[in-house]
C-alpha cells in the first residue's frame, strides 16, 4: 500500500515529524541543497535572459536515489522544506530533479502535531514568485563572485573573492576602522555636589548643568578647578521639584536580526552558534512523555506580528502567574519598513511550556536560548514597567568675598533626578540588554544610573547644605568597533542581507580573511581594506550601502510579483559589465605590505611577517624564496596538552579542515579533530572535548563518554554548521 511521503531539508526535523505523525506518512531529509550552479564555470547564460544551469550538489547521489525511489512509491508527495525563498527554492529543485508532477507545499512555522496536521490539511502549490527571487540572489552572487574575483587574483593576490552583500558587510568594518583612526579625542569635565537637606541626614548628588543660564561647558582642568573653588563658598538653593510618573514598555518578541543580537550580548554567543541552536529548537526535543516536539517557532523571520491564538494564551498565563495588573493592553505592531511579514515572530510554540520544566532535557546553551526566548515573548505581552520620577532643579550663587554681598561671581544651576519603581511590568520578566559601546554608556549613565539615586522629600525654596564637590575628568571615545551583535544590527538597519543571511555573512568575511576578531571586535586585515579600496573605486555601485539595499527590495517585489526577475538581473548587468571593463583596462598591480611581527626566522635569522594566502594567513620568513620556512598562526584554545602539559591551539590541515593539536609539536604528537576545553572531567580528571553533533555542541569526557559533563560551562565547537545554510552569499 502506498503511504504519503513528506520530504524536508533537516535529518533531525524528519525524525521530529515522524515521531508525532500517523505511521501511515513515510519521511525523507533532503539534507539541505541538492542543486546548485556549477562551481567551475559561470553556469548562467547571459545572452539568453540570463538562463541558469544547475547541477546535483557532489555528494547528493545516494540521497537523490533514495528520494526519487520513495517518491515513486508515495501515493502523495508534500514538500515541507523551510518556510522561506531559500526552502522554496529547495522544494522546487526537488519537484525537478525527482521529477515531481503534482508535488504538494506545506510549510510549517512550528514542529508541532498541531501545524504538521494543520499544514497537511492546507497544501497549495510551490510559490514560483519566492523561487525566482532566490534564483535572482543567487545569480546576482554568481556574477559578482566569478566576474570580480579573477580580477583580484591578477591585480591583488591569488584566491582573493568578492561577494555582493559580504563586500558592504567588510566596508561598514574598514569604514569604522578609519573614523576611530582619524577620531580626535575631545577633554570635558564634570562637577557633581554631594548635597544633603537640612530636615534628612540623607546625602545625593546633583550634576552642574549651566552656568550663567548657559549649558556647561567644561574643556579644561583650570576651567574646573575655579568652578569648584566657587561652589565650596556657594550657597545653595532649591529652585523647583517636579514629580511625574514615567513608564518603560517592554521590547517587541524576537526577529532573527534580535534574536542574534540579544544573545551575544547576554549570552555571548556567536551568531553562527546562536543560530545553531535555534534550528535546534525548532527542529524538535524529545521531551520524555510528551514526545518530540518543536519548541520555538520559526527562526528566520523579520517580522514581531504574533498570532492571535499565542497571544491570548501568553495573557492567559500571565493573569494566572502575575495577577491581571500585569496584563498589557493590545500594541499595534509597528514594523520596519521592508519587513515582509512572512513569518511570526520567534516565540515559544507552548507558552505554558516555562523554561525550568525542560531544564532536565535541554543542554546548557539550548536552555539558555530557550529561555530568553520564552521571557522576551512574555515580556512582550505585559504591562509597562511604572516609574515615579523627581527632578530637582538647583541653583548655587557665589560671591567673591565669600559673603552674602552684592559681588555675585556666577549663578550655577545643577540638577539631580531621582527614579522609583512605582510597578515593575514586564520587567518581574526580562530586561533587555544593551550593546557594550560608547553610545550605551552613555544610555546607562543617564538612566540606570539616575535609577540608583534616592532623594529625600525636598521642597522649592528650601536651602541645601554642601558636603563636597568633585570635578571629574572625561574625553570623547571614538566610534567603537562592531561586535558581531552590532555588525547585524547594522546589515539590518541598512537594508542588507536578509534573516537567512546575517550569520552566513558574519562568518564568510571572518573565513575569507577580510577580517579578524579580538576580544569580539572587529579590525579588517590588510587585505581585508587593500580589497575594500579597490572595489569602492571601481565598483561604486556594489559597494554602497543604499544601492545594496536597493537591490535588496527589488528582489522583495519579485517574490510579490511587482517585478519580473530577469529584468532585475538585465538592469544589474548592464552598468557592472561596463564598471568591470573599465577596471581590468585601468586598474593596476596592487603590492600589499606584509604585516611585520616581532619574531625572528629560526633557520636564517631574518624577521618573519604575516602573509594571507589560500588557508588564511600564516607567517613567512621574509628571506622567502632562498628561505622558505613558514608557519601557522596558532590561535590558543585556554586547553592544556595531556601529554605534556603544552598549550592546545588550533590548527589546519592541508585541506582546510579544523584540527587541534600541542604547541610544543614536533616534540609533543598529540592531536585531535575535536576541541578540547579547559575543565577536566569532574569524574575522571581526564581531558574534555567538545564535539558537535547536528548542530548542537555536546561536552564528552575523552575517557568515558557516559560520564556526566552537564555542569561544564558551554563551549562553541567552532567548525558546526547549521543544517542548512543559504548558498552563494
Same mark, same amino acid.
Given at each position: 500500500?502506498?503511504?504519503?511521503?513528506?520530504?524536508?531539508? &533537516?535529518?533531525?526535523?524528519?525524525?521530529?515529524?515522524?515521531?508525532?505523525?500517523?505511521?501511515?506518512?513515510?519521511?525523507?531529509?533532503?539534507?539541505?541543497?541538492?542543486?546548485?550552479?556549477?562551481?567551475?564555470?559561470?553556469?548562467?547564460?547571459?545572452?539568453?535572459?540570463?538562463?541558469?544551469?544547475?547541477?546535483?550538489?557532489?555528494?547528493?547521489?545516494?540521497?537523490?536515489?533514495?528520494?526519487?525511489?520513495?517518491?515513486?512509491?508515495?501515493?502523495?508527495?508534500?514538500?515541507?522544506?523551510?518556510?522561506?525563498?531559500?526552502?522554496?527554492?529547495?522544494?522546487?529543485?526537488?519537484?525537478?530533479?525527482?521529477?515531481?508532477?503534482?508535488?504538494?507545499?506545506?510549510?510549517?512555522?512550528?514542529?508541532?502535531?498541531?501545524?504538521?496536521?494543520?499544514?497537511?490539511?492546507?497544501?497549495?502549490?510551490?510559490?514560483?514568485?519566492?523561487?525566482?527571487?532566490?534564483?535572482?540572489?543567487?545569480?546576482?552572487?554568481?556574477?559578482?563572485?566569478?566576474?570580480?574575483?579573477?580580477?583580484?587574483?591578477?591585480?591583488?593576490?591569488?584566491?582573493?573573492?568578492?561577494?555582493?552583500?559580504?563586500?558592504?558587510?567588510?566596508?561598514?568594518?574598514?569604514?569604522?576602522?578609519?573614523?576611530?583612526?582619524?577620531?580626535?579625542?575631545?577633554?570635558?569635565?564634570?562637577?557633581?555636589?554631594?548635597?544633603?537637606?537640612?530636615?534628612?541626614?540623607?546625602?545625593?548628588?546633583?550634576?552642574?548643568?549651566?552656568?550663567?543660564?548657559?549649558?556647561?561647558?567644561?574643556?579644561?582642568?583650570?576651567?574646573?578647578?575655579?568652578?569648584?573653588?566657587?561652589?565650596?563658598?556657594?550657597?545653595?538653593?532649591?529652585?523647583?521639584?517636579?514629580?511625574?510618573?514615567?513608564?518603560?514598555?517592554? !521590547?517587541?518578541?524576537?526577529?532573527?536580526?534580535?534574536?542574534?543580537?540579544?544573545? @551575544?550580548?547576554?549570552?555571548?554567543?556567536?551568531?553562527?552558534?546562536?543560530?545553531?541552536?535555534?534550528?535546534?529548537?525548532?527542529?524538535?526535543?524529545?521531551?520524555?512523555?510528551?514526545?518530540?516536539?518543536? *519548541?520555538?517557532?520559526?527562526?528566520?523571520?523579520?517580522?514581531?506580528?504574533?498570532?492571535?491564538?499565542? $497571544?491570548?494564551?501568553?495573557?492567559?498565563?500571565?493573569?494566572?502567574?502575575?495577577?491581571?495588573?500585569?496584563?498589557?493592553?493590545?500594541?499595534?505592531?509597528?514594523?520596519?519598513?521592508?519587513? /515582509?511579514?512572512?513569518?511570526?515572530?520567534?516565540?515559544?510554540?507552548?507558552?505554558?511550556?516555562?523554561?525550568?520544566?525542560?531544564?532536565?532535557?535541554?543542554?546548557?546553551?539550548?536552555?539558555?536560548?530557550?529561555?530568553?526566548?520564552?521571557?522576551?515573548?512574555?515580556? &512582550?505581552?505585559?504591562?509597562?514597567?511604572?516609574?515615579?520620577?523627581?527632578?530637582?532643579?538647583?541653583?548655587?550663587?557665589?560671591? !567673591?568675598?565669600?559673603?552674602?554681598? #552684592?559681588?555675585?561671581?556666577?549663578?550655577?544651576?545643577?540638577?539631580?533626578?531621582?527614579?522609583?519603581?512605582?510597578?515593575?511590568?514586564?520587567?518581574?520578566?526580562?530586561?533587555?540588554?544593551?550593546?557594550?559601546?560608547?553610545?550605551?554608556?552613555?544610555?546607562?549613565?543617564?538612566?540606570?544610573?539616575?535609577?540608583?539615586?534616592?532623594?529625600?522629600?525636598?521642597?522649592?525654596?528650601?536651602?541645601?547644605? $554642601?558636603?563636597?564637590?568633585?570635578?571629574?575628568?572625561?574625553?570623547?571615545?571614538?566610534?567603537?568597533?562592531?561586535?558581531?551583535?552590532?555588525?547585524?544590527?547594522?546589515?539590518?538597519?541598512?537594508?542588507?542581507? $536578509?534573516?537567512?543571511?546575517?550569520?552566513?555573512?558574519?562568518?564568510?568575511?571572518?573565513?575569507?580573511?577580510?577580517?579578524?576578531?579580538?576580544?569580539?571586535?572587529?579590525?579588517?586585515?590588510?587585505?581585508?581594506?587593500?580589497?575594500?579600496?579597490?572595489?569602492?573605486?571601481?565598483?561604486?555601485?556594489?559597494?554602497?550601502?543604499?544601492?545594496?539595499?536597493?537591490?535588496?527590495?527589488?528582489?522583495? /517585489?519579485?517574490?510579490?510579483?511587482?517585478?519580473?526577475?530577469?529584468?532585475?538581473?538585465?538592469?544589474?548587468?548592464?552598468?557592472?559589465?561596463?564598471?568591470?571593463?573599465?577596471?581590468?583596462?585601468?586598474?593596476?598591480?596592487?603590492? *600589499?605590505?606584509?604585516? #611585520?611581527?616581532?619574531?625572528?626566522?629560526?633557520?636564517?635569522?631574518?624577521?618573519?611577517?604575516?602573509?594571507?594566502?589560500?588557508?588564511?594567513?600564516?607567517? @613567512?620568513?621574509?628571506?622567502?624564496?632562498?628561505?622558505?620556512?613558514?608557519?601557522?598562526?596558532?590561535?590558543?584554545?585556554?586547553?592544556?596538552?595531556?601529554?605534556?602539559?603544552?598549550?592546545?591551539?588550533?590548527?589546519?590541515?592541508?585541506?582546510?579542515?579544523?584540527?587541534?593539536?600541542?604547541?610544543?609539536?614536533?616534540?609533543?604528537?598529540?592531536?585531535?579533530?575535536?576541541?578540547?576545553?579547559?575543565?577536566?572531567?569532574?569524574?575522571?580528571? @581526564?581531558?574534555?572535548?567538545?564535539?558537535?553533533?547536528?548542530?548542537?555542541?555536546?561536552?564528552?569526557?575523552?575517557?568515558?563518554?557516559?560520564?556526566?559533563?552537564?555542569?561544564?560551562?558551554?563551549?562553541?565547537?567552532?567548525?558546526?554548521?547549521?543544517?542548512?545554510?543559504?548558498?552563494?552569499?
Amino acid at each position: 500500500m502506498k503511504k504519503p511521503l513528506i520530504i524536508v531539508e &533537516s535529518p533531525t526535523k524528519a525524525r521530529t515529524i515522524k515521531k508525532f505523525l500517523p505511521p501511515r506518512y513515510a519521511v525523507k531529509a533532503s539534507v539541505g541543497h541538492v542543486r546548485d550552479l556549477p562551481k567551475s564555470t559561470l553556469g548562467v547564460d547571459i545572452e539568453h535572459g540570463f538562463k541558469p544551469r544547475y547541477l546535483t550538489i557532489k555528494g547528493k547521489a545516494e540521497t537523490i536515489k533514495e528520494l526519487r525511489n520513495a517518491s515513486k512509491a508515495a501515493s502523495d508527495i508534500y514538500l515541507a522544506t523551510d518556510p522561506d525563498r531559500e526552502g522554496e527554492a529547495i522544494a522546487w529543485h526537488l519537484s525537478e530533479l525527482l521529477n515531481l508532477n503534482d508535488p504538494k507545499r506545506i510549510e510549517l512555522h512550528e514542529i508541532t502535531k498541531e501545524a504538521a496536521l494543520d499544514a497537511l490539511r492546507h497544501p497549495h502549490t510551490i510559490d514560483m514568485d519566492r523561487v525566482n527571487a532566490q534564483q535572482a540572489r543567487r545569480i546576482l552572487d554568481r556574477l559578482v563572485g566569478y566576474k570580480i574575483s579573477p580580477l583580484l587574483w591578477a591585480k591583488v593576490r591569488g584566491g582573493l573573492s568578492a561577494g555582493r552583500v559580504q563586500s558592504v558587510a567588510v566596508k561598514l568594518i574598514v569604514d569604522r576602522e578609519r573614523e576611530i583612526d582619524a577620531f580626535v579625542a575631545r577633554e570635558y569635565w564634570t562637577i557633581t555636589a554631594q548635597l544633603a537637606s537640612t530636615r534628612s541626614p540623607l546625602v545625593f548628588p546633583a550634576e552642574l548643568t549651566t552656568v550663567d543660564g548657559e549649558k556647561a561647558e567644561i574643556t579644561t582642568g583650570e576651567h574646573a578647578a575655579g568652578i569648584v573653588e566657587e561652589l565650596e563658598r556657594a550657597a545653595f538653593s532649591i529652585t523647583s521639584v517636579k514629580q511625574r510618573e514615567t513608564r518603560r514598555n517592554p !521590547s517587541p518578541p524576537f526577529t532573527t536580526s534580535t534574536l542574534q543580537q540579544e544573545a @551575544s550580548r547576554k549570552l555571548k554567543l556567536r551568531v553562527r552558534r546562536t543560530m545553531q541552536l535555534a534550528q535546534a529548537l525548532y527542529e524538535g526535543v524529545d521531551l520524555g512523555a510528551e514526545g518530540t516536539q518543536g *519548541l520555538i517557532t520559526y527562526m528566520r523571520t523579520d517580522s514581531t506580528r504574533i498570532s492571535e491564538g499565542a $497571544r491570548e494564551n501568553a495573557r492567559a498565563y500571565i493573569t494566572e502567574a502575575f495577577g491581571g495588573a500585569y496584563v498589557g493592553a493590545p500594541r499595534p505592531v509597528r514594523q520596519r519598513e521592508g519587513v /515582509q511579514d512572512a513569518h511570526e515572530a520567534i516565540r515559544p510554540t507552548v507558552v505554558t511550556r516555562t523554561p525550568d520544566q525542560v531544564a532536565g532535557v535541554l543542554k546548557r546553551d539550548e536552555l539558555r536560548l530557550y529561555r530568553l526566548i520564552w521571557e522576551r515573548f512574555m515580556a &512582550s505581552q505585559m504591562a509597562p514597567a511604572l516609574f515615579d520620577q523627581t527632578t530637582v532643579e538647583i541653583a548655587a550663587r557665589a560671591y !567673591s568675598d565669600g559673603q552674602t554681598a #552684592p559681588s555675585q561671581t556666577h549663578a550655577y544651576g545643577l540638577r539631580s533626578i531621582g527614579t522609583v519603581m512605582k510597578f515593575p511590568g514586564f520587567t518581574a520578566v526580562y530586561e533587555e540588554g544593551r550593546d557594550d559601546d560608547a553610545a550605551s554608556a552613555a544610555a546607562s549613565k543617564n538612566g540606570k544610573a539616575a535609577a540608583r539615586v534616592v532623594l529625600p522629600v525636598l521642597q522649592e525654596g528650601e536651602a541645601l547644605q $554642601r558636603r563636597s564637590i568633585e570635578k571629574r575628568q572625561h574625553f570623547t571615545e571614538p566610534p567603537p568597533r562592531y561586535t558581531e551583535a552590532t555588525l547585524v544590527k547594522a546589515l539590518e538597519e541598512n537594508g542588507i542581507g $536578509r534573516p537567512s543571511t546575517y550569520s552566513t555573512i558574519v562568518e564568510t568575511i571572518q573565513t575569507r580573511g577580510y577580517v579578524r576578531q579580538s576580544e569580539r571586535r572587529f579590525y579588517p586585515t590588510p587585505i581585508g581594506a587593500a580589497v575594500n579600496d579597490l572595489l569602492a573605486a571601481h565598483f561604486r555601485d556594489i559597494m554602497d550601502l543604499k544601492y545594496t539595499a536597493a537591490m535588496e527590495s527589488e528582489l522583495d /517585489q519579485v517574490e510579490e510579483r511587482k517585478i519580473d526577475w530577469v529584468d532585475v538581473l538585465r538592469k544589474f548587468y548592464g552598468p557592472f559589465s561596463h564598471e568591470l571593463e573599465e577596471a581590468e583596462r585601468q586598474l593596476p598591480r596592487l603590492e *600589499l605590505r606584509d604585516e #611585520p611581527t616581532d619574531e625572528r626566522c629560526e633557520k636564517c635569522g631574518r624577521p618573519m611577517v604575516i602573509k594571507t594566502g589560500r588557508f588564511g594567513r600564516f607567517i @613567512s620568513c621574509t628571506g622567502y624564496p632562498e628561505c622558505k620556512t613558514t608557519k601557522p598562526i596558532l590561535k590558543e584554545t585556554g586547553a592544556l596538552c595531556p601529554k605534556d602539559g603544552g598549550k592546545i591551539v588550533e590548527r589546519r590541515s592541508r585541506r582546510g579542515r579544523t584540527f587541534y593539536g600541542c604547541a610544543n609539536y614536533p616534540a609533543c604528537d598529540f592531536v585531535s579533530w575535536d576541541r578540547l576545553v579547559p575543565e577536566r572531567c569532574p569524574v575522571c580528571g @581526564s581531558y574534555v572535548v567538545a564535539k558537535s553533533k547536528r548542530g548542537t555542541v555536546v561536552l564528552e569526557c575523552a575517557a568515558d563518554r557516559e560520564h556526566d559533563t552537564s555542569g561544564l560551562p558551554a563551549h562553541d565547537a567552532g567548525e558546526a554548521q547549521p543544517e542548512r545554510e543559504p548558498i552563494g552569499v
